[in-house]
């Protein structure tokens, strides 16, 4: 069973910078694409970034030129460095591993970890 833990969150001012980790233990994920995701208050949780197995990477339109997506399979481990962040980033930071369309969709196929509290301040 994989589990997966998130960490690097906290609270930041607007245009500041932090950057997301997510350590995968319980099996090697480097067959698999890698997505961050992100719930706000209230809302469904959606994906913000992912990672193919290749090293290609989507962002959404609304992330674009502020995050990157990074992994490293030695470690298993996937990144998020998040830049020029605004009060709208603010959520709970998902990862997960699986299956990423060419239409940008992504099926996660783990267990959901706890996710890491991103807070942008104005």
């Known amino acids: 069973q994989v589990q997966l833990v998130e960490s690097g969150g906290g609270l930041v001012q607007a245009g500041g910078s932090l950057r997301l980790s997510c350590v995968a233990s319980?099996?090697?994920?480097?067959?698999?694409?890698m997505g961050w995701f992100r719930q706000a208050p209230g809302k469904q949780r959606e994906l913000v970034a992912a990672?193919?197995?290749?090293?290609?990477?989507n962002y959404v339109d609304f992330v674009k030129g502020r995050f990157t997506i990074s992994r490293d399979d030695a470690k298993n481990t996937v990144y998020l460095q998040m830049n020029s962040l605004k009060p709208e980033d603010t959520a709970v930071y998902y990862c997960?591993?699986?299956?990423?369309?060419?239409?940008?969709?992504?099926?996660?196929?783990?267990?959901w970890g706890q996710g890491t509290l991103v807070t942008v301040s104005s």
């Open positions: 319980g099996r090697m994920l480097s067959s698999n694409a």
């Open positions: 997960n591993a699986g299956i990423f369309g060419g239409s940008g969709t992504f099926r996660s196929l783990e267990r």
């Open positions: 990672v193919t197995s290749g090293g290609k990477t």
